[in-house]
């Protein structure tokens, strides 16, 4: 009996590179260099507020901090009168005030900087006017609002508007200033119209610039409306903030730090990912 043997192809052993190892090998490594850095530095902040509490024992130290913000945030949404209300609706009440004022601002500035940016002669004349107006404190404008309000609800909304305004008109003139002349150039000899000069040129070409404005403007916006709402009164973070100084309830006021640091950090990193998810590459 003959037996035949074939002989079978072995096939070469498959040589895996860095690149096409299994994420799940690469992302631990990955997330320690991401991680270590920054936790790094809250450690060595935390550290360094332990050794300020023990010069300074008035001061309270992180871990008082802690326990009070557990208790604080434990029933946020309490309502024991327009006086005595949690840290939740204080915050929501905040930013009804940021999104009024910012939304008002950029309403206005928005299309105020487009024509500024497309006419050079409108831009001459506001450009005094806008250069005298920019840099006065927002605070100074609180109390021509409640002259002419008669309420410090809508003041403080005037003083988070006039104060956001700026960065809108500036950076959106700015970046319609910057669009190349020869695009326009093009778009007269087509005869394009006004609005779709605007929708398929200026707008796409000077969106960066917007929305650094818009990224700015609201950063101004969170940061005055607490200095306001400490001079206005109502529910908000500022008069929180002063009614727990009132109260010599420092750990409070250190958490409201903590939340408006927190909070103002989500609304530039909300801006950050608008601006990647609409960014124009030329």
Known sequence: MTTTVTNATVAPPIKVSKRQMPAIMVKPAAMVRWAFPPALGIALFIFAWAVLHHFRPELPGPASTWTS????????????????????????????????????????????????????????????????????SPLAWLPIGLLVFKAAEPASIWVIFISSIWPIILNTAAGVSQVPQDYLNVARVLRLSEWKVFTTILFPSSLPYLLTGIRLSIGVAWLVIVAAEMLTGGVGLGFWVWDEWNNLNVEHILIAIFVVGIVGLLLEQALLLLAKRFSYEG
């Open 69 to 136: 913000a557990i208790e604080l945030f434990a029933d946020p949404f309490y309502n024991n009168g327009p006086n005595d209300q949690g840290i939740g609706w204080n915050i929501l009440n905040s930013l009804g005030r940021v999104g009024l004022g910012f939304g008002m601002a950029a309403l206005i500035g928005i299309p105020l900087g487009f024509i500024l940016g497309r006419v050079q002669f409108i831009n001459q004349m506001f450009a005094p006017i806008i250069s005298l107006l920019r840099p006065v």
